[in-house]
């Protein structure tokens, strides 16, 4: 036999796994991340507005929320959790417990301060369990509620759609994160690509909301407003719920 025929064929050289699968670990993430991010403000707009609160949708008052809204989601998103939070990994993993795995790295040796550390580690991962049993029905009803509005006669039906939408949605869920951004990925793309169209004809209609991005607007309507602002702000705070997604899905 010839020996040059033993000779395994050199490697071809390959692509880093970053740069070939950084497209679909993209899409995946719109569909496992954003979609919380990209429903909140659904709701948070309602109930800003909501008859209770006694705040009147006049235009200072409009100007004044969608200024807290931009605000509340350049701190939190961008600056806390993009510019710091995502830092903290733990071995490329995230969210409370592998924050607080980090700060007690011995949790059987915790004593004191450290043991502290760990209840209140625990403590939070409690609120996560509640805040992901409760998110996600208020995101689909408020998707959904839309019928009302487009279709009055299909009333009805919102509160079934939502069930089975749920029920559809945590049976999927078994299948493992990278399904269920795989599939929802594209859905994402296409829902914010909507808002995005219907985000631009709001605002050649009237141009004048873009002045909500200045920060004295959100400061004036807390100032004007007193106590019911605070209250607002409660309802504002929404649009940054699913944030936490983006640390404890990090992996």
Do not use: C
């Not at 050289?13 to 679909?24: D, V």
């Not at 990925?185 to 985000?199: I, N, R, S, T």
């Amino acid at each position: 036999m010839n020996p040059s025929e033993s000779i395994p064929p050199a490697p071809q050289p390959q692509k880093p796994p970053r740069e070939r699968g950084l497209a679909s670990l993209t899409v995946g993430a719109l569909g496992v991340v954003y979609g919380d991010i990209g429903t909140s403000p659904l709701y948070a707009m309602r109930e800003s507005f909501h008859p209770e609160h006694g705040v009147a949708a006049t235009p200072a008052a409009v100007l004044g929320v969608l200024s807290l809204v931009f605000w509340s989601l350049v701190t939190v998103i961008s600056v806390k959790y993009l510019a710091f939070v995502l830092r903290a990994d733990n071995h490329g993993q995230g969210g409370i417990l592998a924050l607080v795995a980090l700060a007690v790295p011995r949790a059987h040796e915790a004593r004191g301060r450290t043991k502290a550390l760990a209840l209140v580690g625990v403590f939070g991962a409690a609120l996560l369990y509640g805040d992901g049993m409760l998110t996600p029905a208020i995101s689909v009803l408020s998707a959904v509620e839309g019928l009302r509005i487009a279709a009055p006669a299909l009333s009805a039906l919102v509160v079934p759609t939502t069930i089975a939408i749920l029920v559809a949605l945590f049976w999927l869920q078994r299948r493992g994160t990278g399904r269920v951004g795989a599939l929802f990925g594209p859905v994402m793309m296409l829902w914010f690509a909507v808002l995005a169209a219907l985000g631009a004809v709001g605002i050649a209609r009237e141009p004048q909301v873009l002045a909500a991005v200045a920060p004295w607007h959100g400061a004036r309507f807390l100032a004007e407003s007193g106590f019911q602002g605070f209250v607002v702000l409660a309802a504002v705070f929404l649009v940054v719920t699913g944030g936490e997604a983006l640390y404890a899905d990090i992996g």
